[in-house]
């Protein structure tokens, strides 16, 4: 029998960034993740990203040296406004395995499923104007209000 595995995540920025974790928090758990805290243990841990901020790359920086010393063997995915921005200097960060721009994000478990710890890292984006798809995001039980993503 597998082991079930465990996810966590951080977000970075505004309420939309919130709204879409919520829903990566959702498809992962439908296809059988664990929902962790991110303090804690966890097989793979999402970032989602801001660009607006300052310190964002350093924040990012930051959040993936905490999981190396932590867990080294789990899988790092950065998503967001930053991975859509600067796919390639994430991609840089020691320890980041994928990076999943506007267009790959909602793919996010066709792309864990298919990714190894160890393999070499992976960007999975495109340019924001060939973006042709919608994904309705919205906040449940993880906020004190609901946001619809429209």
């Given at each position: ?28 758990e ?26 964002a ?44 721009g ?27 104007d060939?973006?042709?798809?919608f ?7 993880d906020?004190?209000r ?5």
């Amino acid at each position: 029998m597998n082991k079930q595995r465990s996810i966590a995540f951080h977000t970075l920025g505004c309420k939309l960034n919130f709204s879409e974790t919520s829903t990566l928090s959702r498809l992962l758990e439908q296809d059988g993740f664990v929902k962790k805290h991110f303090d804690e243990e966890a097989d793979v841990y999402v970032i989602n990203t801001c660009s607006v901020t300052d310190n964002a790359d350093k924040e990012c920086r930051h959040l993936v040296r905490r999981i190396q010393r932590k867990s080294p063997e789990s899988l790092v995915v950065i998503t967001g406004c930053y991975a859509q921005l600067k796919p390639q200097e994430i991609a840089n960060i020691p320890g980041v395995d994928l990076v999943l721009g506007a267009s790959e994000k909602f793919n996010i478990v066709k792309h864990i499923s298919e990714f190894s710890k160890g393999d070499s890292t992976k960007i999975c984006s495109c340019e924001i104007d060939e973006v042709s798809g919608f994904n309705a995001s919205y906040s449940s039980n993880d906020r004190t209000r609901t946001f619809l993503k429209i």
